[in-house]
């Protein structure tokens, strides 16, 4: 089974700086990675996905992310953030097919004026 | 389109009640999930139906029962349920691509009383 570590529960962080939530998986099997942000009482919506290809995939929002494989992580990166990010951010890893998702324990992103 | 639809939005219910949440999907997709989601915590998977027959029960109890009509509807059925069950009950669904790209719905507000 898969393990998602997301080690930081809350990032505080300033309008406009930019910001890293990390993320890494257990397995070095093939894996497809996503991050999903969650509003206040709302569903998730996802931000962004690797598949395959590049290793730099782009999402809504202005977020990137960059797979690293030999270092089993998909961080995701914004250079500029807003107020309107402040949200929770989960990280899940599939093994495909209609299988299970792993979800890290998410990050809760704290954007201060 | 990436749109699942959950009904209702919050739902409060005593112990001894029998209520149904509903789940809607136009998309074609042939995998349905439900997750439940505790304050701060990531969603946690409950049961996946895969071409409208259930896949996986991840050891739910009785009182939480699922149902998958049709290949664009999935519902839980609940009965005496208890109030550590109060949770935001989200509903997913994904294509027959076999990445297992998970599109969620708003989720339903659940309370018991």
């Known amino acids: 089974a898969q393990s998602v570590t997301q080690l930081d529960s809350q990032v505080p962080v300033f309008e406009e700086a930019p910001v890293e939530l990390r993320c890494n998986y257990s397995?070095?099997?093939?894996?497809?990675l996503f991050w999903y942000v969650q509003y206040p009482n709302q569903g998730l919506q996802l931000l962004l996905k690797?598949?395959?290809?590049?290793?730099l995939v782009k999402g809504i929002n202005g977020f990137e992310a960059e797979f690293n494989k030999s270092q089993t992580s998909f961080h995701l990166r914004k250079p500029s953030v807003h107020i309107s990010d402040t949200a929770e951010y989960f990280c899940a890893v599939s093994e495909g097919n209609f299988n299970k998702f792993y979800f890290g324990s998410g990050t809760k992103l704290n954007v201060k004026p | 389109d990436t749109e699942v639809t959950q009904t209702p939005k919050h739902l409060v219910m005593g112990m001894t009640n029998k209520k149904s949440l509903k789940c809607e999907q136009h998309m074609g997709h042939r995998a349905m999930y439900w997750y439940k989601q505790k304050a701060k915590k990531p969603p946690e998977l409950m049961f996946v139906?895969?071409?409208?027959?259930?896949?996986i029960n991840e050891s739910v109890p009785s009182r939480f029962s699922p149902e998958c009509p049709n290949s664009s509807l999935l519902n839980l059925h609940l009965h005496a349920l208890q109030p550590e069950d109060s949770a935001l009950y989200l509903c997913?669904?994904?294509?027959?691509?076999?990445?297992?790209?998970?599109?969620f719905g708003a989720g339903t507000r659940l309370s018991v009383l």
């Open positions: 397995s070095s099997v093939s894996v497809y």
């Open positions: 139906y895969s071409y409208e027959k259930l896949s």
């Open positions: 997913a669904s994904s294509p027959r691509d076999g990445k297992n790209i998970q599109y």
């Open positions: 690797y598949l395959s290809g590049s290793t």
